[in-house]
């Protein structure tokens, strides 16, 4: 893949994180209204103090990947995120699942490009 496309789609994940994480904190971002089952997931997750590590993680994770810095071991620990934003917002909040699967693309991009450095592990 080249690598100015591999750079640039790096560094627009890496935004996104960074951007996604930090209204973790901020709250600049309105929060979608949820209601139902997807209300209390939500509410047990924030409850327990999810969300300030997910947020934690997400801009960690965003900085690796903007700086170009072990971007195969920030795409290992952005996995399982991934997977639990698509697997909620397929289950509970089909209306967000634009955002989460703009994720999804990219970092399943992004893998198949490092994928050399993934051989050993499979």
């Known amino acids: ?4 496309v591999t750079m640039v789609l790096r560094i627009i994940l890496g935004l996104i994180l960074v ?4 209204n973790k ?14 209300a209390t997931f939500m509410g047990s997750l924030a409850g327990a103090g999810y969300f300030t590590i997910l947020g934690v993680l ?4 965003g900085l690796l990947l903007i700086l170009n810095k ?12 991934v997977v639990n934003f ?6 509970y909040d089909m209306g967000g699942i634009l955002p989460a699967s703009i994720v999804t693309i990219l970092s399943i ?3 198949y490009a490092n994928w050399n450095k993934f051989k050993t592990l499979f």
């Not at 893949?1 to 100015?4: A, F, G, I, T, V």
């Not at 698509?86 to 289950?91: D, K, N």
Request: charged share 10%; hydrophobic share 60%.
């Open 1 to 4: 893949m080249n690598s100015k």
């Open 19 to 22: 951007i996604f994480g930090a």
């Open 25 to 38: 904190f901020g709250h600049f971002m309105p929060s979608p209204e949820l209601t139902g089952d997807a």
């Open 58 to 61: 997400e801009i960690f994770i």
């Open 70 to 81: 072990w971007v195969p071991f920030a795409l290992v620990l952005l996995a399982p995120l």
């Open 86 to 91: 698509l697997i909620f917002h397929l289950t």
């Open 109 to 111: 991009v992004l893998i």
